[in-house]
Each structure stands twice: as structure tokens, then as C-alpha cells.
């Protein structure tokens, strides 16, 4: 099936500092979306993109859409500590299904 | 909001027991998914369920079964658990492509499943 590599693994930030990751993938997809699971929790979606090239914010989180459409990005600018969780991306071609990335797993450093 | 409620937050069960785990949503959504998550794997789908009574097969379908009896109410049933599917067990709705505007799942809290 379908695979999405999602890196990096884990991070170990100060808090105030920006973090990047990102999904890469051999097959295109039609919608991006990113997730935050807190711990303890079920994901909770974050941002979803539509289209190839799309810029999309959510407060201090900024996420693309690649231009080939086999990729994705997501940055938080200024990390606090509630930032913490996993975040995964996930990718949809046709219908409901979604194909999930390996999760970043964030830690803040207060 | 959507909401998707799983019965239980921890469970523990003995080797060869049959496990029940139920997962309700309230929004009326045709499509729920059973997904499970381990460390370094993410989330794998196991199976899904476009409708009451229908089931189709995910990645890893081996050693489970579902139920949809109901279409608010999708079950995933371990036939006779192994300490294999020691995993946290994640439930989801979405509500069919065109519906909404926006193609994300909602999840349940997740259900953490110990096999001893």
C-alpha cells in the first residue's frame, strides 16, 4: 500500500524555538492534513490542504502542500510547552481513507 | 462537534480471550475505521466500514473482526487475543467525501490494550 515517510522521529526543542517537519511519499495525493496528539489522547486534526502549492497558517502553525504533490510540511514558529504530543501527516487520494506518516514525536524544554 | 466515544480508556485481558472494543459516534457518519498505533509505526488501519453491515479489510487485518450492526456504532472484535496486539487501539469517523468540506477524521480518545 501507500507509505509516507514522516521525519523527523522526535525533537527536543527550548521553548521559543521554531520546529519543522515533514512527509514525504512515492505516490501523490489529493489532500494533506496534519494531526497533534496530545498524550492520553485520540489525533486531533490541525490544518488540511486542498491543493498543490497551498499555504496554509493556523495560528502559529504554518503547513504546505508540496508543488508535486508527494509532499507536505508543517512548521510551529515560537513553540510553548502545551506544543508538546506527536504530530503525524496523513495523505488521501480518493474516497475516505487516509494513509498516516510514522509521527513526529515534539518535546519542549521549558 | 463530532464526537467519537470509546468505551473503554484501558483494558486488560489474558491470552486467548476474546476481546470486544466499541466505538460510537454521534454525527450520523457512514464511515468509521479501526486504527492501531505503536511506537515508530504510526497508525495502521485494520479495517473500515463504508456502511451498516458492510466491512472491508485494512493493512493488517489478521487476528481481528469488526462488527456494524449499527451505524453509529462500529466494534472490533480480537477473537482470541495474543500478546501481539498489546497496542493503543483508535477509533475514527468521517463523514463521506462532498460532506462538510473538510476531509478529516475525528478520533476517539483511544482505548490502550494490555494482552498478558
Known amino acids: 500500500g501507500q507509505q509516507l515517510n514522516q521525519s523527523p522521529q522526535s525533537m527536543f526543542i527550548q521553548e521559543g524555538e521554531d520546529v519543522s517537519m515533514n512527509c514525504t511519499s512515492s505516490s501523490i495525493f489529493n489532500t494533506w492534513l496534519w494531526y497533534k496528539q496530545d498524550p492520553g489522547e485520540g489525533p486531533v486534526l490541525l490544518i488540511a490542504l486542498y491543493k498543490a502549492g497551498e499555504l496554509t497558517s493556523n495560528g502559529r502553525l504554518t503547513a504546505q502542500f508540496g508543488i508535486t504533490r508527494k509532499d507536505s510540511f508543517l512548521n510551529i514558529s515560537a513553540s510553548i510547552p502545551s506544543d508538546v504530543g506527536i504530530y503525524f501527516c496523513a495523505g488521501q487520494t480518493s474516497g475516505s481513507r487516509l494513509t498516516f506518516g510514522e509521527g513526529t514525536q515534539l518535546t519542549v524544554n521549558p | 462537534d463530532v464526537k467519537v466515544t470509546q468505551s473503554s480508556r484501558y483494558l486488560v485481558k489474558r491470552t486467548g480471550e476474546k476481546v470486544f472494543l466499541e466505538c460510537v459516534q454521534d454525527m450520523d457518519h457512514e464511515n468509521m475505521f479501526w486504527y492501531r498505533q505503536d511506537p515508530g509505526l504510526g497508525l495502521r488501519l485494520i479495517y473500515f466500514?463504508?456502511?451498516?453491515?458492510?466491512?472491508e479489510k485494512g493493512d493488517i487485518p489478521e487476528g481481528y473482526s469488526v462488527s456494524r450492526e449499527k451505524k453509529e456504532r462500529f466494534s472490533l472484535i480480537l477473537e482470541s487475543a495474543s500478546t501481539n496486539q498489546t497496542s493503543m487501539y483508535l477509533c475514527?469517523?468521517?463523514?463521506?467525501?462532498?460532506?462538510?468540506?473538510?476531509?478529516?477524521?475525528?478520533f476517539g480518545s483511544g482505548t490502550r490494550l494490555t494482552v498478558v
Open positions: 466500514s463504508y456502511d451498516v453491515k458492510m466491512k
Open positions: 475514527a469517523s468521517i463523514p463521506p467525501p462532498g460532506q462538510g468540506g473538510v476531509y478529516g477524521y475525528t
